[in-house]
T-cell receptor
């Protein structure tokens, strides 16, 4: 079983749509949680951290459910520029454990 | 401020040859990490340097891979001899703090794409 599981997609949505991604992780000792974004042939970049209380950054909302070992990312009012692969990342120790990523394609 | 730079951006070699990838971290970052993404798989940790010392090399696949960070500045990752399954994108990342991965303060380079024929 993979340490971080994500639906690979692709999710094809029109501009303005709301889209949600989920991931589950297996190591209950994981301490920190993130969503990274990776554009095609580029490096992963931190999108946002994920906290148990839930947190929001503009159109992006992240949630963590420690009991279920489940993390989510909600994107509202999708833009063409949101098209990318979204990587769920956990850190049980001082190294990042990545999911395979969920690909999002926003179309006009 | 310059980010993490990696060289070469793309390398195509034949099976059995040697390739050396280089990473220049952000100036002042003591922590340097190598990660790899094989096609269709997730990005996986290879190893972690703190200055010139290997802190954790648990992700190195086998002894054909040798990483060095002489002087605690740039790092090299040598693959010798390369095999077909070594093809992928090798990412380097750096952080000022050892807790960088846990705090999100970890910065990636654009990666070196290795193709082994």
């Amino acid at each position: 079983r993979k340490e971080v599981e994500q639906d690979p997609g692709p999710f094809n949505v029109p501009e303005g749509a709301t889209v949600a991604f989920n991931c589950t992780y297996s190591n209950s000792a994981s301490q920190s949680f993130f969503w990274y974004r990776q554009d095609c042939r580029k490096e992963p970049k931190l999108l946002m951290s994920v906290y148990s209380s839930g947190n929001e950054d503009g159109r992006f909302t992240a949630q963590l459910n420690r009991a279920s070992q489940y993390i989510s990312l909600l994107i509202r009012d999708s833009k063409l520029s949101d098209s990318a692969t979204y990587l769920c990342v956990v850190t049980p120790t001082d190294k990042l454990i990545f999911g395979t990523g969920t690909r999002l394609q926003v179309f006009p | 401020e310059a980010g993490v730079t990696q060289f070469p951006s793309h390398s195509v070699i034949e099976k059995g040859q040697t390739v050396t990838l280089r990473c220049d971290p952000i100036s002042g970052h003591d922590n340097l990490y190598w990660y790899r993404r094989v096609m269709g798989k997730e990005i996986k940790f290879l190893l972690h340097f703190v200055k010139e010392s290997k802190q954790d090399e648990s992700g190195m696949p086998n002894n054909r891979f040798l990483a060095e960070r002489t002087g605690g500045t740039y790092s090299t990752l040598k693959v010798q001899p390369a095999e077909l399954e070594d093809s992928g994108v090798y990412f380097c990342a750096s952080s000022q703090w050892v807790s960088g991965p846990r705090t999100g303060e970890l910065f990636f380079g654009e990666g070196s794409r290795l193709t082994v024929l």
